[in-house]
């Protein structure tokens, strides 16, 4: 396998002041990974805008044109729970744009890795849970349209269900919907994926990953997707303030292991997305992500 491809931008940063989402991230894990040797930032890919007709496959125009005319409700900013800002809608529509690419990118090189994204909360008429757009559902579309794949595999292993997701493709075939989440956590209300394991609070990693392991290779198998679109939140993990599951940073190591290892195996691309991560301390979060990114140069090397 040829080494994955790494997209960012430094657009994808928009200021949301004091936030438990810390929009710094995506920054400082690229200069991660150049540390930690993975690959040169001069070889880190620059992501186009996604372009309108993209975002329009998934959302509705009167919410689009309400994001770029700057006409949220006050209970749809609330919702949101992001403030509203011409930059966040710029950073949104270009982090879409980045999980197009790295889709696009995996189709060759066997991973895609977006350094951002994965916002698994927005519907197609609203975002919700800090997610604008839903740029995993905006990239399978667009590699659907572009007649690159027919079927893919949402892996959602975020500590939140992916409700987003679950909805925008509730009533098509060609995409199969797994989350893995906490249940007593957000959202309230969690339209059914096709797949979903809702986990106790408090389970540990030797759980989530035998639910894992039994679940993700079976779903490949018995789905057989041209592309599988990984939704790698970091917030399972044990010290995180918006999740209750006890995974450590070996358990999410293993977790990156076996999902990136069950397609190699069978040969299915897979683009990568970085979704949630909100531990205590941010070198937490950046060194999960980054973890996650290494984990995915060692399957294509293996």
Known sequence: MSPPAVVHSDGYFADIGAHVFPTRKFRLLRAEIVRRGLLADSDILGPERASLEQVLRVHDRAYVDKLAQG??????????????????????????????????????????????????????????????????????????????????????LDVHQGNGTAAIFRDDPSVFTFSMHEEQNYPAVKPPSDLDV?????????????????HAPAILDRHRPDLVAYVAGADPFEQDQLGGLKLSREDLRRRDRVVFGACAAREIPAVAFLAGGYALRLEDTVGIHADMVEEAFQAARA
């Open 198 to 214: 809702g986990l106790d609070t408090g389970t540990p990693g030797a759980e989530y990953l035998s639910a894992l392991e039994r």
């Open 71 to 156: 006409r949220l409700s006050v209970l749809e900013e609330a919702v949101l729970e992001l403030p509203y800002s011409k930059q966040l809608v710029e950073a949104s529509f270009l982090c879409a744009g980045g999980s197009i690419l790295a889709g696009r990118e995996a189709l060759t090189r066997g991973v895609g890795i977006n350094l951002g994204g994965g916002f698994h909360h927005a519907f197609p008429d609203h975002g919700e849970g800090f997610c604008v757009f839903n740029d995993v559902a905006i990239a399978i579309r667009a590699l659907q349209h572009e007649g690159l794949i027919r079927r893919a595999a949402v892996i959602d």
